[in-house]
């Protein structure tokens, strides 16, 4: 029989490829080291980890209800296949900020990495590059943003600021970023006070009070000038240096003008769960919005980032970026957030406890079977496209949840 459909190739088959690769060395009596089920990934790194460190990633706001409404979130919404559709030229691509990326999926910022594996942000920073996702660095990284960046040259990612009291150190964070080569500045508002998390108060355990985390403090020039010496000379006084500056109740959108007159960058705002937020984000100047609840640590109780996302998406959607956080844990998840108007998905837990786990290959294995696993749910689905997964008719909601404002 004379086929003359060409083979797909390795960007149009990933997933495919991805598992018969996993298959295949089955075959060879070798199984995944890291553990592919989310649920068996967290079991994982629960054993390796200090009690009180996976505490810490692992949990959220109060009784944690917020975590367990954004998951539920996700089964409100199920995808509606399409049969006969030919699916063999399927595109994961999108466009971000004038820049061409090859999958939807980006590396949300997660802080003090270095209470999962001592190579951190620098770990995941080589699978982001080999895996070419864009990886967004926290403030509080554990590894200075200079040195993350080094890693990355030419490969996009962006900084994670969080916005405390000292203006002058908030442009100081800014522009060394800026000339570190950093693509956009992902402004988090929901931390102007941090959220009680019971499992960390039951610890008695915050890693900043060990001095984790606070690398791009500790090196920064302002920061040092207002603490009047090297922070290793008196790392206590640093450190509460660091509590006095790190967060700001007071702020308020009239501030936004703050970053946005000390940067050309693409200004990002993380933290959106409102539709009247979104629409004071643009017009503030933002130019790019995250609709995210951080993952459910910081208000118990809150509304799921998901169920926020399609009236976000409606009210702002023709004005700005969408970004997508808070629940992500497989590719039916990337799908259904793509499907209701996010134009990139960024992805928190999994790869914070594939680092407990493995390192850099474990961020690389997780994040890698997570694109697949996007590959097929995408060819599956019966779209080519992120354009055509957003078509009418993809998803269906499945169980109405009131919502009152």
């Not at 910022?109 to 080589?126: D, N, Q, R, W, Y």
């Not at 390192?359 to 890698?368: A, H, L, Q």
């Not at 354009?387 to 009152?404: F, H, I, M, P, S």
Request: charged share 20%; proline share 5%.
């Amino acid at each position: 029989m004379n086929n003359t459909t060409p083979p797909p190739t390795a960007a149009q088959s990933i997933g495919m490829q991805h598992q018969m690769q996993i298959y295949l060395a089955g075959m060879q009596q070798k199984k995944p080291e890291i553990p592919v089920a989310y649920a068996d990934l967290e079991a994982k790194a629960r054993e390796v980890m200090n009690p009180a460190a996976f505490a810490y990633i692992a949990g959220g706001a109060g009784g944690e209800t917020t975590m367990d409404t954004n998951l539920r979130a996700f089964d409100r919404w199920q995808i509606w296949p399409r049969m006969l559709v030919d699916v063999s030229q399927r595109d994961l691509s999108i466009e971000l900020f004038g820049q061409k990326l090859p999958t939807p999926l980006l590396f949300a910022p997660v802080g003090v990495l270095s209470i999962a594996h001592p190579e951190a942000e620098v770990a995941v920073a080589k699978a982001s590059k080999t895996l070419k996702m864009p990886q967004i660095l926290s403030t509080v990284s554990s590894k200075p943003m200079e040195e993350v960046a080094a890693i990355h040259g030419e490969h996009p990612h962006w900084f994670q600021l969080y916005w405390g009291r000292d203006h002058e150190f908030t442009k100081s964070l800014i522009s060394r970023a800026e000339q570190a080569g950093y693509g956009a500045i992902v402004v988090t508002l929901d931390t102007r006070l941090l959220a009680w998390r019971e499992r960390d108060i039951q610890q008695a355990y915050l890693p900043f009070l060990y001095g984790e985390g606070l690398s791009n403090y500790f090196n920064d020039p302002v920061f040092r000038a207002a603490l009047g010496g090297d922070p290793q000379e008196n790392t206590f006084k640093a450190i509460m240096q660091f509590a006095h500056v790190f967060s700001n109740p007071a702020l308020t959108w009239n501030d936004l003008a703050i970053i946005r007159n000390h940067t050309k960058l693409p200004i990002i705002l993380k933290g959106i769960i409102h539709p009247e937020d979104a629409k004071l984000a643009v017009q503030h100047g933002a130019d790019g919005i995250v609709v995210s609840n951080h993952g459910g640590r910081q208000v118990d109780g809150s509304v799921s980032a998901l169920d926020m996302l399609p009236l976000i998406a409606e009210a702002v959607g023709h004005q700005t970026t969408i970004l997508f956080d808070s629940g992500i844990r497989r590719g039916a998840d990337v799908f259904k957030a793509m499907a209701l108007g996010a134009k990139a998905v960024l992805v928190g837990r999994p790869y914070a406890f594939g680092l407990a786990v493995g390192g850099e290959k474990g961020v690389r294995d997780v994040m890698s079977n997570l694109l697949a696993d996007v590959d097929l749910t995408m060819g599956l689905a019966g779209c080519n496209s992120w354009d055509e997964a957003r078509r009418k008719g993809t998803l269906v909601r499945v169980k109405q949840q009131e919502l009152e404002f």
